[in-house]
């Protein structure tokens, strides 16, 4: 099972914001940089954010990401009906020497 | 344009054996780092299997530790995945992904289009 734990869905109507939480301990988000991933359904996942909240060529700024501790959080703003997707947030986990994705959450715009 | 196409997925008998490939192009596939991460049908992503640049270092979830084992040729600009004692529960679409960066702040940069692997009888 996941070590990084997210809410399973979360939605909100167009144009509006939410966010998606992600929690982990100091093994894993308290000591490395987090990423986020974005899986539009049917196809592979895309690098979103990396580094907690740096974003690559061609990810808009209404994708944003933020570290506290030991837990993580992206958050969509301007909400869009393409953002319909699968959000996971990933990390290396020191104890475990392993990558550990979050349980992932699901976006729904209303 | 960076590009990663895996090969090899099928329908496998529960115990039996399969080797993914992962063709890479676009970089220099000899100075990254690369993984397998899969995800079973319906269900979240799970992190397989990790491969250094030059081979040095490998590791393994433990889910599969024992069973499979990661390899490159460089020459080749290709990935595999050597996957034995097949069960159910590891059906799944496996995706090659490209490692960025240093730890603590390494990240998966680019995704193939996934190849999947059916265990079943």
């Known amino acids: 099972q996941s070590v990084l734990t997210q809410p399973p869905s979360v939605s909100a109507a167009p144009g509006q914001k939410v966010t998606i939480s992600c929690s982990g301990s100091?093994?894993?988000?308290?000591?490395?940089?987090v990423s986020w991933y974005q899986q539009l359904p049917g196809t592979a996942p895309k690098l979103l954010i990396y580094?907690?909240?740096k974003r690559p060529s061609g990810i808009p700024d209404r994708f944003s990401g933020s570290r506290s501790g030991t837990s993580a959080t992206l958050g969509i703003t301007g909400l869009q009906t393409g953002d319909e997707a699968d959000f996971y947030c990933?990390?290396?986990?020191?104890?475990?020497?392993?990558?550990?994705f979050g349980t992932g959450t699901k976006v729904t715009v209303l | 344009e960076v590009q990663l196409v895996e090969s090899g997925g099928g329908l496998v008998q529960p115990g039996g054996s399969v080797r993914l490939s992962c063709a890479a192009s676009?970089?220099?596939?000899?100075?990254?780092?690369m993984n397998w991460v899969r995800q079973a049908p319906g269900k979240g992503l799970e992190w397989v299997s990790y491969?250094?640049?030059?081979?040095?270092?490998?590791h393994y979830a433990d889910s599969v530790k024992g069973r499979i084992t990661i390899s490159r040729d460089d020459a080749k600009n290709s990935l595999y995945l050597q996957m034995n004692s097949l069960r159910a529960e590891d059906t799944a679409v496996y995706y090659c992904?490209?490692?960025?960066?240093?730890?603590?702040?390494?990240?998966?940069?680019?995704w193939g289009q996934g190849t999947l692997v059916t265990v079943s009888s």
């Open positions: 992904v490209r490692w960025w960066g240093v730890l603590p702040a390494a990240t998966f940069d680019y």
């Open positions: 676009g970089f220099t596939f000899s100075s990254n780092s």
């Open positions: 491969i250094s640049s030059g081979s040095s270092a490998t």
């Open positions: 100091s093994s894993n988000i308290g000591n490395n940089y």
């Open positions: 580094e907690n909240n």
């Open positions: 990933g990390t290396w986990d020191n104890s475990l020497s392993a990558y550990v």
